[in-house]
Structure formats: structure tokens, C-alpha cells
């Protein structure tokens, strides 16, 4: 079979294609007919090399590419029971996608319903899961709740503005230009505003308390500036640092800015068995099909292109969500 694998890490140029032996599932996994793969930032990092200590994304090169995708069953390892061959499937934060055939844990995949396209699914299910852990775990949002969400023109800020939405929340939003915003506003966004001044903008709109939430996924830049929009007692959720990382964090200065709670999540936790897997994505393909969530699929590619989508995300040429065409 085809796979697009590295041996180790750099640039776009250590992605290789390669004729590789179909993988055979072991007791508690599943083989995947691939159809669509999703492309994400994860899949860039990993090829960089930025997981090669992580304990808990445990993915080393050598390896092949791909933690998100869709498609149908093709067999099933001893004592495997939820799924059968012919099944339509997602998952999301287990590598091999970038391929013909992903041997898959039964535990994170999801079935798929008939009226949604797999190439759907394999663009909604890992930004669609982190949102929504997000939203309905961390934060709580619920009916008169605040939030501010940075970075709201991205993939995981767009769901993250319409789910907040669905909840019932004032959702308040930050872009790098005026176009970013707009995307925001066309998203249902209360307030979309510029990162500079955003606390002060944000405290004045909130009668000078501040928001209930603060979802920051920009980091070093933003971070402390997010601490000062948020209320007594409220949470900041740093979810990203594509800023870079805070280093000089002292424990007082959350006090010092109204005991504030401070989390660094990631979503393998928060896909800790497989009900709660099934139940996010079943939330998600939901919303996706009566049309309250919208994840629009900006580019296709193939496993003779894979390094051009690359490419231009890790420059940041593109923005949206893109797939790998099997």
C-alpha cells in the first residue's frame, strides 16, 4: 500500500511516499480502508520533530503521517466488538492516515452517520473534539456566560465561536486585522476587536468585570493581557503557543489577577474511552448535518502533494481546513 512516512525529522522534504506492507490489526484495533485524511498542524509538528518527547502524544519517527481520518472497515483484531467490516469510521490523535490502510484503537474510533461525507468527517473530527471539550468540559459555557476567544479566524477559533454560541454565551473575539474579525462577526461573534488593547476593550464592554473565559491559544504574546480580561475567579485556557511559550509564569501572578484558574489541556485526555469519543463526535456530525456548525474544506490534496500542504501551512498561506484525497 501507499504511505507517506518520515524516517526523521525537518522539513517538508523528509515526507517520503513509499510501498508499505498493509498493517494487520492487533487485539483491540481496527484496520481502516482510508479515504480522507485530515491535515493539521499536528501532522506539521510531528514532522518536525516537536512530539519526540511528548509522554503524551507518543508518536517517533520512524512513522507514518496522519492523526486524523475517515473511512471504511476493513477487519478487526481479536476482541474487538463495536465495529464490523463495511462500517464508516473517524478518528483523530492516532497516527498512520496519510495512507491507504491505518491501523486504528477501537477505543478512538467513531462511527460516521450515512448522510455525512467521509471527507467531512476526517475535517471535523480532531478541531471539532478539541472545541468541543473546550466549551462543554473546561470552560461550562452555558446560557449568559462571557468568553473571549483569541485568534477567532482559525480553524478551532471558528468552532469555537459557534459552539459558544450554541450555548448561549457572549462570545468575545480577537483577530490580527479587520478581515479576521469580519470572519468572527460572520460567525455569530458578539464582539470581534484587534489583539491590541484587547483586555481594556474587553473590561470596558463588561462594565469592568471581565469575561468568565479566556480562550488563549496564541501564548507569550497574549497570555498575560488575557489575565487581565478575565474575572475574579475566572479560567484562562491556554490551549496553543503559536506565539510562543510562557517560561517566566509565576503561580502569584494568578492571584494577583483575581485568583484566577490557569489550564494547559490537551485533548487525549479528554478522549479518555470510547463512549466519550462516540459522544463528542456524534455532537459534532450533528451539528454538522441540521447546518449549526459549518467546518468548510478549503483545499484537497493527494499523496503525490502532501508536501505542498505542508508547506503552505507551516507558512501560513493557507487557512482552513484541508484533506488528503486517498
Request: aromatic share 6%.
Amino acid at each position: 500500500m501507499r504511505a507517506i512516512t518520515i524516517d526523521g525529522y525537518g522539513g517538508p522534504e523528509v515526507l517520503q511516499r513509499r510501498d508499505v506492507p498493509v498493517p494487520v490489526p492487533a487485539a483491540g484495533e481496527v484496520l481502516v480502508k482510508v479515504a480522507f485524511a485530515g491535515i493539521n498542524f499536528m501532522d506539521v509538528h510531528t514532522r518536525q520533530g516537536k512530539y519526540r518527547d511528548s509522554q503524551t502524544y507518543l508518536v517517533r519517527a520512524p512513522c507514518t503521517l496522519g492523526m486524523e481520518g475517515a473511512g471504511v472497515v476493513e477487519s478487526v483484531g481479536p476482541g474487538t466488538s463495536r465495529f464490523a467490516q463495511g462500517d464508516r469510521v473517524a478518528w483523530c490523535i492516532s497516527w498512520g492516515a496519510y495512507a491507504d490502510y491505518a491501523v486504528v484503537p477501537e477505543r478512538l474510533l467513531a462511527k460516521v452517520p450515512d448522510a455525512l461525507g467521509l471527507d467531512q468527517a476526517a475535517a471535523s473530527l480532531f478541531q471539532g473534539s478539541t472545541a468541543h471539550y473546550l466549551v462543554n468540559d473546561v470552560a461550562r459555557l452555558d446560557r449568559g456566560s462571557t468568553c473571549l476567544i483569541h485568534a477567532a479566524s482559525g480553524i478551532i477559533g471558528q468552532i469555537l465561536v459557534q459552539m459558544a454560541k450554541r450555548r448561549g454565551a457572549t462570545v468575545f473575539t480577537t483577530g490580527s486585522s479587520e478581515a479576521k474579525c469580519d470572519v468572527a462577526r460572520s460567525l455569530g461573534a458578539d464582539h470581534a476587536m484587534l489583539y491590541e488593547g484587547f483586555a481594556d476593550r474587553v473590561r470596558a464592554a463588561t462594565g469592568g468585570r471581565g469575561v468568565d473565559v479566556v480562550f488563549d491559544s496564541v501564548g507569550k504574546a497574549t497570555l498575560r493581557e488575557s489575565f487581565r480580561a478575565t474575572r475574579t475567579r475566572g479560567i484562562v485556557v491556554n490551549y496553543g503557543n503559536v506565539s510562543g511559550s510562557v517560561k517566566d509564569l509565576d503561580p502569584y501572578e494568578l492571584g494577583e489577577a483575581g485568583s484566577l484558574f490557569l489550564t494547559r489541556p490537551r485533548l487525549n485526555d479528554h478522549l479518555a474511552d470510547a463512549a466519550t469519543v462516540q459522544r463528542r463526535a456524534d455532537d459534532i456530525f450533528a451539528a454538522l448535518l441540521d447546518g449549526t456548525l459549518k467546518i468548510p474544506i478549503v483545499a484537497r490534496y493527494t499523496l503525490d502533494n502532501v508536501d505542498q500542504a505542508h508547506e503552505r501551512i507551516e507558512g501560513r498561506e493557507q487557512v482552513g481546513k484541508a484533506v488528503v484525497e486517498i
